[in-house]
């Protein structure tokens, strides 16, 4: 093996596709047990790799040369193999910084709290502290003598400004969970999570609710991974790489989900966006159809609403957690904000609006049988598409034109 990342689990990672658009090798993923890792480390086959979770503390007895800035963080994340002896060194500090600058969240002068205590958190630790921060506190589900619990963070710390999350803590699959509830933050001015899958985690989104600035891990992964091939190939890359790599991904991993009234054109408009875009389309109603075996309509007729809505429910919580989707949603999906929420993790919501004259009504839709049901549908819930959209897609004209103004939504969504 010459590059590649070792740690315990990482099926979630993207270190692979990131790595081999910045540069030429192939780039291994390699997930060993403790044992497994003790002996890879003592054989020493390979040219350079990046560590990750829980192997940032526990490779530093291995190496030959610790970088002074690794050393004093206390955890390395990128070994180089040169000549016989193993160099370390840190770039999620790097990652970390690049992060906070490009968001314009600066710690000077400000109260941090920073929620974890494993190899990550320390890089930050580091970052805040040599951009001026005034004081950081660690919070730590376990009582320790270094850290403050959760409890006391409630009790004494709703003052701080700037929250981070380092713990797994709303990664997937485990995406409802958010590791903080931020109410009571009064002071609160930014969120940021070196969790990038989801893309938004709740902690992120919950954030954004807040109105402060609120930044997912993506670009701290892109970021130090950046630097990590620059030490691996001894050559500076451009940062403008991290920006086009970011918006790549984005535009590859992130999901489109279509919201909109009953009949609006969300089936018709995303089977062809998903085409355009390369992605796969997920229409919601129709995996409904396909798990209860029958109509919309008639389980309706037979089982009511509001067990339709569990369905649906579980059914947007399933496609929430996966990648690279156009999402077709059923018109009622708004009615619940958790959907909305769930939809928002790896999606950018459009609202495809179409005049009430020109929806379609009837045609299997219990709910909007005729033009009538459908408008007194309209009214009631304008309010809820309303708060749900990130944008408005118009669907006035043709198809072809709809799907012109979705795309070109979509894009501006995404830069
Ligand atoms: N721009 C458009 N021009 C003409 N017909 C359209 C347009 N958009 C959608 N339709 C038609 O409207 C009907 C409802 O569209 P559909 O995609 O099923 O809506 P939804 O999934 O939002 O309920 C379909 O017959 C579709 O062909
Ligand atoms: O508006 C609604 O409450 C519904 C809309 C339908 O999907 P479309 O929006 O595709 O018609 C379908 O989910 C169900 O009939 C309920
Ligand atoms: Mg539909």
């Known amino acids: 093996m010459r590059y590649g990342l070792i740690g315990e689990k990482l099926g979630h990672s993207f270190s692979k596709i990131i790595h081999e658009q910045l540069a030429d090798y192939t780039y291994d993923l390699i997930p060993l047990s403790t044992e497994a890792f003790h002996h890879f480390m003592k054989q020493r086959d390979f040219h350079a790799i990046n560590v990750t979770i829980p192997y940032k503390e526990l490779v530093m007895p291995y190496l030959d040369c610790i970088d002074p800035k690794a050393a004093a963080i206390g955890a390395v994340n990128t070994v180089v ?33 920073l929620l974890g205590r494993g190899g990550a958190a320390k890089a930050c630790i580091a970052v805040v502290k040599d951009m001026g921060v005034e004081e950081v506190l660690t919070v730590y589900y376990k009582e320790n003598p270094e850290t403050i619990t959760y409890q006391v963070c409630y009790e004494s710390h709703r003052d701080a400004q700037i929250i981070i999350n380092t713990t797994p803590v709303g990664m997937y699959p485990n995406t409802e969970e958010s590791p903080i509830d931020l109410k009571g933050f009064g002071n609160l001015e930014a969120v940021v999570d070196v969790v990038y899958n989801p893309l938004r985690t709740k902690f992120v989104l919950d954030g ?7 930044v997912g891990g993506l670009e701290m992964l892109i970021g130090q991974a950046k630097c990590a091939v ?3 190939l001894g050559r500076k890359m451009e940062n403008t790489l991290i920006q086009n790599l970011y918006t790549a991904l984005l535009e590859e991993r992130g999901n489109l989900v279509l919201i909109g009234m009953s009949g609006c054109g969300k089936t018709t408009l995303g089977k062809m966006a998903a085409e355009r875009l390369g992605k796969v389309f997920v229409d919601i109603d129709e995996e409904i159809v396909m798990e209860i075996g029958m109509s919309i309509k008639e389980y309706f007729s037979k089982m009511g609403e509001s067990s339709f809505r569990l369905i649906e429910r579980a059914m947007v919580q399933k496609f929430s957690k996966q990648n690279g989707l156009v999402i077709a949603t059923g018109g009622g999906v708004i009615k619940n904000e958790e959907n909305i929420g769930d939809l928002k993790q790896n999606g950018r919501i459009l609202w495809v609006k179409r005049d009430v004259s020109l929806l379609e009504s009837g045609n299997g839709r219990p709910l909007a049988p005729d033009a ?11 309010p809820l598409y309303e708060r749900a959209a990130e944008m408005v897609c118009n669907n006035n004209r043709t198809a072809e034109d709809g799907l012109k103004e979705l795309l070109d939504k979509y894009n501006q969504l995404l830069s």
Not at 208 to 214: D, L
Not at 377 to 382: A, D, H, I, T
């Open 81 to 113: 193999h040169r000549g016989n002896k193993l160099y370390g060194y840190n770039t999620d500090y790097d990652g970390f910084r690049y992060m906070l600058m490009k968001h314009k969240v600066n710690p000077k002068g400000k109260k941090v709290l």
């Open 208 to 214: 954004f609710s807040k109105g402060v600035t609120a």
């Open 230 to 232: 620059e030490i691996f």
């Open 372 to 382: 009538e049901a459908t408008a007194r549908l309209y009214r009631e819930r304008l």
